[in-house]
């Protein structure tokens, strides 16, 4: 048996960093308890005269990618450069050559896990990707051994912590969402340009290989019902906590009947759910088994050393299989086969906010075209009202009772349609 396992890294990123940095710190420990010398022996870097804040040796660079994908001693090879290509194709071509692949890219999984899986599979080689979803949070190996037993009816998550510190800071500090966006740049919890987080796009990824993963359904990305957290305001933010609730962006899919529902959105939690006290950058992830009934996944879910440390594990998981020849999986981690139907109007209780016009009997048109689509009112509340553009308007506000959102769209369509109406400020799905 081959004890000396050889990785070949392509990146040195953050990610790249804390994985090198995780091997380093824990080398010794790793080899007592699993047997195995484990070696980053090269990395792929374009611009080695740029300072990456870390002491590794020059000759282990190198800024051809052929030098780490044809090499033959290399086993493993850790991808780590982001983005959906070329990313894929040096994964897919590290496969073809024999060498297990492990990655945190959520975005190339998401896209094309199905044709790398299959890959591996072809090829009798590994393909893992823990740190993809929940950075240092073991979800998708717990998932894949120790929870392999259940049937799963439902998962939830926030996945992404550039949103949470967001929302978190908006609640406990009363800023609103451009100054904490701009406090969250300045900290390094958000990228100069956020879009991908703060739009719901990074959580959808995400979401993508958890339904995968737990209910063999192959959903893209671009498929899932996503919305951002750029409407919520101070004024959500402040009824929520009135009303005992928080605001989570949260990634969630549900399997009832043979129907699969599944949505990324700001999401009104009671304050006593596992998921509602998740606060600033950490992430959770919460599953409801057959057998163990409710678990709850929680941690860091970014960061150099949190994430370094879940593709280490991935790494230390091939080599326990390469030791035992036994490096491939008979059925693939990721699964597309299950005959699911896609509801995309699941019912859920929701929170609107809207401005109309302080006149007699404004309350009463609303709540008569509510009930006029059969959605029924849990909670009204009114707020003082003010002057806006030379007429006295106020705000409304209500908790509604399980409806299906294109129900919904289609009586608040026609409530813009009264004079009455000013504006539909905020729709947000309310999670008990």
Request: include cysteine.
């Amino acid at each position: 048996m081959n004890n000396h396992i050889k990785v070949g890294m392509l990146g040195i990123g953050n990610i790249g960093k804390g994985t090198y940095l995780a091997l380093e710190m824990n080398h010794d420990k790793i080899l007592d308890t699993t047997g195995f010398d484990i070696e980053i022996v090269r990395i792929l870097n374009r611009s080695p005269e740029k300072d990456r804040g870390i002491d590794i040796p020059k000759e282990k660079y190198t800024p051809d990618v052929r030098e780490i994908l044809e090499d033959p001693e290399i086993d493993i090879v850790v991808e780590l450069i982001g983005g959906i290509e070329p990313a894929t194709e040096y994964m897919a071509e590290a496969i073809r050559n024999g060498k297990s692949v492990v990655t945190a890219n959520k975005a190339a999984i998401a896209a094309n896990g199905k044709y790398l899986a299959e890959l591996a599979q072809e090829h009798h080689v590994l393909l893992r990707f823990e740190a993809a979803v929940a950075g240092g949070i073991p979800i998708l190996t717990s998932l894949t051994t120790a929870l392999l037993s259940n049937r799963f009816s439902e998962v939830h998550g926030i996945l992404n912590g550039t949103t949470n510190y967001i929302l978190t800071q908006m609640s406990e500090y009363g800023k609103d969402y451009d100054e904490v966006l701009k406090d969250a740049q300045r900290k390094g919890f958000a990228e100069a340009d956020p879009t991908a987080d703060v739009e719901g796009l990074d959580a959808a990824n995400k979401l993508s290989i958890l339904i995968s993963l737990i209910f063999g359904m192959g959903i893209a990305p671009d498929k899932i019902p996503t919305q951002g957290i750029t409407s919520i305001g101070l004024e959500d933010i402040n009824y929520a906590k009135e009303a005992g609730y928080s605001i989570k962006l949260l990634a969630s899919a549900k399997e009832s009947d043979g129907k699969m529902s599944c949505s990324v959105e700001p999401t009104m939690l009671r304050k006593n759910h596992p998921i509602a006290s998740v606060s600033n950058e950490f992430n959770a992830v919460f599953v409801k088994g057959n057998a163990v009934d409710n678990l709850m996944f929680y941690g860091r879910g970014a960061g150099p050393l949190p994430t370094g440390s879940a593709v280490l594990g991935d790494i230390i998981g091939i080599a326990r299989k390469l030791g035992k020849a036994s490096a491939y999986d008979i059925v693939p981690q990721l699964r597309y086969d299950a005959k699911l139907e896609l509801n995309v109007d699941a019912e859920s209780k929701y929170y609107v906010r809207m401005t109309v016009a302080e006149r007699p009997g404004v309350l009463g048109k609303i709540t008569t075209l509510f009930g006029y689509y059969d959605i029924s009112v849990e909670a009204i509340q009114q707020k003082a009202p003010y002057e806006s553009n030379g007429e006295r308007v106020a705000t409304l506000i209500f908790i509604l009772f399980e409806v299906g959102r294109s129900k919904l769209k289609y009586a608040l369509d026609e409530a813009l349609k009264l004079d009455t109406t000013k504006s539909i400020d905020n729709i947000i799905r309310v999670e008990e």
